[in-house]
C-alpha cells in the first residue's frame, strides 16, 4: 500500500526515541561487526540495538546506502509530524491542523525493518474522540507527537471551541483497539500556553506509564498517564534547542547548560537526578550501542562516549550518498542500519536505508577530496558523480568543522600531518587552504596540460583573468565553479582627491589620512583597517620569496601611530550611516547594488590598497579543486574536476565560463534597467529597490574581474601576530619601537619555519 502526497512539505519537528541495548555474549561481539545481534527487550519495554563494536571503524567494511528505488518504502512527501519507537515509523499523512466540518488526513505506522504498514489512524477518529469528550470545536491542531513499544500514539493537542476560548488536551490511541482516550492537560500544567493562547508545548514522550512534556524550551513536566501532575523540572539556563529522548532505560533531555553541553537525566519526578558530559545542541540521538549514545551529527554519524565525552565518527552524509544540508533526522535500528529521513529534490521527504558492506564489494578506486568544511554544492556534485561512476568513488574528508570554527592554521596543520604519514587527499578545495606554500613545495598538480590535453573540455572556455587568478608560479592550481567577488567602494570624490588611479597604494592612504582628519575610516574600527590594508601591509612589509621581513621602520612606526586615534571597536556612537568606504561583497550582478547605493554622491570601486598602487580586487572561491601531484589516480581526479565543470549543478553565483557568465549578461540586459523589489543587507540597513543592471553597471564589473587575485590564505598567521603585538601599544602598555621590535622577531621565526 502506497500513500500518494503532495511534494516539497518539510518535516519541521520530532521526536526522537531510542533503542536501548540490553547485553550480548563473547561470541556475539566476535561476529557483532557484520550480523545482527540478539535482540532483547528490557524490563521498561525498550528494545536493544547492535552492540558498540558493530559500529568501530573496521578495515574490511565501509557504510554504504542502500538503494532505495528497489525496496517498498512509503512516500513521505507530505509528512506533517513523526515519531519514531524502536523500528517503526509513525507520521501524519496531511495536515494536522483539523476543523470540526474537515478532518481528513491519517496517522500512519510503518515497520522500517519489515517494509510494511503497521497502522492507518483516521484523523476523523481523533477528531470525534475529542468531541465526544469536550464537545464541538472550531479548529484542533496537534503539536506534539509520539509513540511507545506497543504502538500506542499519544498526542498534544489545541483545541479552539465555538467560543474560540483554547483548551489543551492529552489524546491517546491504543494500538489494538478502537480506543482514544482524551483528556484535558492545561489545568494540569499552568501557563503552558502563550497570551495568544496557544500552546508552547514543543516536544513529548511516553515512556513506561509516564508522560514527559517540554514546554517551550525551559520547564519539564512528567504526567501520569491519567494527565494528572507527576512533577515538574525547571531548565537552568536553557537553550533554543533542548531535546528529550531515551537513554539507559530513563529520560533525558539535552542542551547547553551549566556552560557547556550537557545531558541530564529527568527522574519520574521531575527531579535532575544525572549529569553526564554533553555533545553539541545541533547533535540528535538516534540510539544506543552499550554505554555510547548513537548521535546524529551535522556533518554525518557518530558515537559518543557519556563517560568521557569523546566521540568517533562513523561516517559523513556525503560518503554514503547523502546531502547533509537535506538530512532531517536519522533512527538506529534493531539490525544495525541506519534510517535516514532526508528530502528529495524530486521526490520531497524519502526514506534511505544505510548498512555496512563488505569493502570487496566495491571495486572502484576510491578519491579522497579535502575541505575545510561546508560546501552544499560539493556535496551534491560528489553524489551524483558517484552515481555515474563504475571506475571511481570519491569521499570528502573534512579538516575543518562544520559546527565550530578552527582556525585556517589548525586545519592547514593536520593537512601537513597527512601530507608527511603517506595519507594525503587526491583533491582539494582550496577555500581557507594556504596553496601558495603548496604549490612553492611543489605538490600541487598544474591543471593548465590537463585542460590543453583534453579534448572534451578548453582553457578557451573560461575567463582569462580568471584563470590567471588562479596560477601561481605557473601553476594553474584550480578552475572554480563559481566566484564572489571581494572588494572596496568608496565616495567618488574622495576617492579621486587620494588618488587619480584606479587603485590606491599604502602610501597613498596614508598620506591622504596625514592631511585630514581620517574621516575615510569613520565607522571603522583599528582591526578593520588592518584587515583592508592587509595585502599593501605584507607587500610593502615583508617578502615571502626572501623570506625577509622589515616591521622596525619609521613607516610602519607612523601606520601605527594614525590607528592609534581609531576604536577598538564599532558601536553606534563611531558608526556613520553614510559611509564614505565600504566593502563589495557580490556573488551576482544585483548584489553590487547592495554597497554601491550606499554613496549618493556616486562611487568608484578602488579595491583593496597595494603596494604599487595597482588596481586589486578579491575573488572568493569556495568550489575550486586542485590535484595534488601526490595522487595516485590522477586521471580520477581529473576525471572528477572535468565532471564539476561540466555539470549544471550551481548556485547561481558568477561563472568563469564564457558561456554562462553570457547568460547572465543577456539575462540583465533583456530586463535592464527594471526595478526589483529587495532590501539592503548592508551595514546601513536602509531599504531601497533594487533593479536589473544596466550596460554601464556590467561594463564596470566586468572591469573589476580583469584585476582579480586569487584570496589568499598566507598572509593570516603573520597578520596574527600583528594583531597580537600591537594591542599593547594602542593601551600604552609599550611604545611603537618595542612592539615592532617583538613583531620583526615574531614574523622572522615564522618565515625562517616555512623553509
Known sequence: MVYKISKGFRIW?????????????????????????????????????????????????????????????????????????????????????LDSANASGKIVGYSLLEKNF????????????????????????????CADREGNLSFIADMADKNSEINSYLIRYVAGSEKIECVRVDEKIPGCRQKTGYNTIN????????????MNNEDIYVLNSDGSLSGKLDVENPSQTIDMFVFDSGVW?????????????????????????????????????DNYLIVKAYVGVKLYNTDTGESTDIFNWTNVGVTDWYVDNAFALSDGSIAVICFDDEKGNVLKFIRKIEKSEDTRKELTIATMGQSNLLDRLVIKFNNSQTEYHASVRYYGSKTEFISNSDAQNKLYLDLVSGKAPDIIDIYRFDVENLVKKGLILDLGSCLDSDSEISRDEYIESILKACTIQNTLIAVPLEFTIESYAVDKKIGMEITDKNGWSFDDLTAYLRKNDGT?????????????MTDSIIERFVDMDERKCDFESDDFTMFLELLKDYPENINDDNFEENMVLDSVLASNFEEFQWTTHNFPDGYIIKGYPTADGEARHIIQTSDAYAVMASSKNKDGAWAFIKFCLKSDIRNGFFSPEKKVLNDMIEYELKNEGKEQEGVNYSSTMKPFVIHYSTQEEIDEILHVMEHVKLS?????????????????????????????????DRV??????QD
Request: net charge negative.
Open 203 to 214: 516536544k513529548l514522550i511516553s515512556f513506561g506509564d509516564k508522560y514527559y512534556v517540554l
Open 13 to 97: 519537528a520530532g521526536i526522537f526515541l531510542v533503542l536501548i541495548l540490553v547485553g550480548c555474549n563473547a561470541k556475539d561481539k566476535t561476529d557483532d561487526a557484520v550480523k545482527r545481534s540478539e535482540v532483547a527487550t528490557s524490563d521498561k519495554g525498550v528494545t536493544a540495538i547492535m552492540p558498540y563494536s558493530y559500529y568501530q571503524d573496521d578495515e574490511n567494511y565501509k557504510w554504504s546506502a542502500v538503494d532505495t528505488e528497489t525496496e517498498e518504502v512509503p512516500v513521505l512527501s507530505d509528512m506533517t509530524r513523526y515519531a519514531v519507537w524502536g523500528d517503526n515509523l509513525y507520521y501524519a499523512d496531511g495536515s494536522l491542523w
Open 253 to 289: 533531555y539535552s542542551g547547553t547548560l551549566v556552560g557547556e553541553n550537557s545531558i541530564f537525566r529527568v527522574s519520574p519526578s521531575g527531579a535532575s537526578e544525572e549529569r553526564k558530559r554533553g555533545f553539541a545542541v545541533s547533535e540528535n540521538v538516534m540510539g544506543q550501542a
Open 520 to 532: 575615510l575610516f569613520d565607522g571603522y574600527s583599528r582591526f578593520g583597517i588592518m584587515n583592508f
Open 118 to 145: 503497521i497502522l492507518e489512524l483516521s484523523l476523523s477518529d481523533i477528531a470525534e474522540a475529542v468531541c465526544n469528550y469536550a464537545g464541538d470545536f472550531a479548529h484542533l491542531y496537534i503539536n506534539a507527537f
Open 712 to 744: 589568499s590564505y598566507s598572509y593570516g598567521e603573520i597578520m596574527q601576530i600583528i594583531y597580537e603585538e600591537t594591542e599593547s601599544f594602542f593601551a600604552g602598555d609599550r611604545s611603537a619601537q618595542e612592539v615592532e621590535y617583538i613583531i620583526q
Open 748 to 753: 622572522q621565526l615564522y618565515l625562517d619555519e
